[in-house]
């Protein structure tokens, strides 16, 4: 994967084929540019043997194909920059992920398209789950949340283009203004 946004999209993706009907994202960037991201989702867990085996890329639950790299990558990529990956799940309850990366390290892969990446799991799945972003930097806070917009949108679907093409602005406008200077 090129950029984190694009592993925060395949992991969260994990979420929305758990059945989880929340997914809460959270990237964060301290002083230090400690970036820490989180998927937190109540979809359907992880029993103790898959948590296991889950960092490994023949661990994957998907029928479609033997491996499962998501969580390997992401958790290599954060390794890199001297951070780590951590998961925590309980059957029935959900799943925490937490991704803590050095933003200055040289290995730390760049955060692309946060916004766009966001605004593909809302569109995408304008009925089911909702999802929950929050990015809190020094220079801010920006709070996205699906069951806010969509009832300010009184019915109209979340994968409408000029919805969709609304979020995205905003949401980059947001990020831009809030990450400026810290990655």
Known sequence: MRDLSLHLLDLAENSVRANASLVELTLTVDESKLITLTIRDNG????AELLARVSSPFGTTRTTRKVG?????MMQNAQLTGGDLHIESEVGVGTLLTVTLHGDSIDCLPLGDIAGTVTTLASAN?????FCFTCI?????????????KAALDGV???????VAWMH??????LNEILKGWL
Not at 138 to 148: A, M, N, V
Not at 169 to 174: G, M, R, V
């Open 126 to 130: 304008p009925d089911h789950p909702e």
């Open 169 to 174: 602005d905003s949401l980059s406008e947001e």
């Open 157 to 163: 679907s979340l994968n409408e283009p000029e919805v």
């Open 137 to 149: 930097t020094p220079g801010g806070r920006s709070d996205f949340d699906t069951r806010e917009i």
């Open 44 to 47: 359907c867990g992880m029993d």
């Open 69 to 73: 790299l998501g969580i390997p990558l």
